[in-house]
């Protein structure tokens, strides 16, 4: 759930994209997962969901070191990837050891109107690109 304000708009990336209501300042948490928002799914109970769900998960959301697959329910699907992102995921070892998620903070200054970016994209075998994030 993001705890800074944010709003959706066409991006110049890519279609939509989250965008900073706020100025928010560099190592600023910008979120974190809440059960009340957020949905964690098993890779075992993804697949007894039709196809075009499964689909849907996978594109929007991440895959967590526990190999869950972490849907957010705000616009963080509308983040963008970039190679030069404004925020970065960081996860602890406490994090780790008791399940929890990570967090994401700002890893520069975002003025107001910013669109928020993440380098989240990575490639599959085959050089096909996945939307998920690897805490």
Not at 57 to 73: A, E, I, P, Q, T
Not at 99 to 111: C, D, L
Request: proline share 3%.
């Amino acid at each position: 759930m993001f705890v800074v304000k944010t709003k959706v708009k066409e991006s110049g990336i890519h279609g939509r994209g989250l965008f900073a209501d706020q100025d928010i300042k560099k190592g600023q948490i910008i979120w974190r997962y809440n059960s009340l928002i957020d949905r964690k799914i098993p890779q075992k109970k993804l697949l007894q969901l039709p196809s075009f769900v499964q689909k849907f998960v996978k594109y929007y959301s991440y895959l967590n070191d526990r190999d869950d697959f972490v849907l957010c329910g705000d616009g963080t699907r509308y983040i963008n990837h970039s190679d030069n992102p404004n925020t970065e995921d960081k996860v602890t070892f406490w994090d780790k050891l008791f399940g929890r998620e990570g967090i994401s903070m700002a890893s520069k200054n975002i003025k107001k109107g910013e669109e928020i970016t993440s380098k989240y994209l990575r490639f599959d075998k085959k050089g096909n690109p996945k939307h998920i994030v690897q805490f």
